[in-house]
């Protein structure tokens, strides 16, 4: 009996076979070697036997059985120009029309209740939704409301929520930042008194309206700077962000996330420059609104930016919106605006 070890060397890189034993003229190789190879057959076999298991087959008509539920999409506010509600209809992922037929309801009755006050809201065809002239139904302040609604084929869904109060936003600060290449950006903050005693929920929203300076503007007759508007970008941590609660700050004064203004603008000026934000535009405005929001509000909106933050993203988990429908889904929800406008130039 005599020991064999096997080795080779393929570009640079040693490797060798387990010594084997020559035993009657015949290569034997040690117990171990069989052992491991016994284990991790037996592994393979396991997970295999696992995975198929897990393996569930769907037929593709049961896609098409999933019993359908009413989609009821509303806001309301005392500050309403138009009562406005989106109804529409869950679709199974077989239906031959997914891609075109995006569920929409035309023929159900919807109606607002508010104690002993109710209004029938009616279907708006180029904007898809119901909707209702708040002159004749106001939303108040403190107010419960109820959502129903009923198509003719037995589906029906509601909701109820009720609206915030009022709270005055107080002040619109103007502020700048430069960074380490001396880019300076401008921007706005909010301030205003939390209510005591309650948790809050908050949406800061603003429009940046302007005229860029134009020096050659006074001397050609009939010239005037070009008005241009855009929104105000809220952002924290390098993401938008225009949702906040009072948390550990009940009852105290708080301040929106930075504002940014224009950043087309007013990020590519540098100190060299020497240009300020008075010398950057002729006119300058924020109209600013503070947007006092129910929970329901705060969390369904909260989930619509996260999906946003990880829109194309394969890696990202899933965000579920949340869901204050009863028989159906979707989001029923009030808030309360305070709107000032301020001027910077």
Not at 51 to 68: D, F
Not at 73 to 82: C, N
Not at 233 to 254: A, H, I, P
Not at 304 to 310: A, D, F, H, T
Request: charged share 20%; aromatic share 8%.
């Amino acid at each position: 009996m005599e020991h064999r070890c096997a080795g080779s060397e393929v570009q640079g890189v040693q490797w060798s076979t387990p010594c084997a034993v020559l035993v009657n003229n015949s290569l034997s190789y040690p117990l171990i070697t069989m052992k491991r190879i016994y284990v991790v057959s037996l592994l393979v076999m396991l997970l295999a036997t696992g995975c198929q298991n897990m393996r569930q087959e769907i037929e593709p008509e049961g896609l098409t059985q999933v019993a359908k539920k009413l989609v009821l999409i509303g806001f309301i506010s005392p500050q309403d120009t138009i009562l406005a509600i989106k109804v529409n209809i869950t679709r199974p992922v077989a239906d031959p029309n997914y891609t075109t037929n995006y569920g929409v309801v035309r023929d159900a009755k919807v109606t607002l209740t508010a104690g002993g006050r109710s209004i029938q809201l009616t279907y708006n065809g180029k904007n898809d939704y119901y909707q209702a002239d708040p002159k004749k139904f106001p939303i108040r302040a403190g107010e419960t409301y109820q959502l129903k609604a009923q198509t003719p084929d037995g589906l029906s869904a509601s909701g109820v929520c009720t609206v915030p109060q009022a709270l005055r936003l107080q002040q619109v600060r103007l502020d700048s930042s430069e960074d380490a290449s001396r880019q300076k950006e401008y921007f706005v903050r909010y301030y205003w008194q939390d209510a005591p005693s309650v948790t809050n929920y908050y949406q800061t929203i603003g429009v940046f309206a302007y005229a860029k300076s134009c020096p050659t503007c006074k001397a050609e007759a009939g010239t005037k700077p070009k008005a241009e508007a855009t929104p105000v970008l809220f952002e924290s941590l390098g993401t938008v962000n225009t949702l906040l609660s009072d948390g550990t700050r009940d009852g105290k004064m708080l301040e929106s996330y930075r504002g940014l203004l224009n950043q087309s603008t007013t990020t590519t000026q540098t100190l060299s420059d020497k240009m300020t934000f008075v010398n950057l535009y002729d006119k300058a405005t924020v109209k600013a609104s503070l947007l006092h929001v129910d929970e329901a509000y705060y969390k369904y909106h909260q989930a619509l930016e996260l999906q946003k933050k990880s829109d194309g993203n394969p890696f990202a988990e899933p965000v579920l919106l949340p869901n204050t429908i009863t028989g159906g889904l979707g989001c029923f929800a009030g808030y309360n605006q305070s709107t000032v406008t301020a001027t910077f130039k």
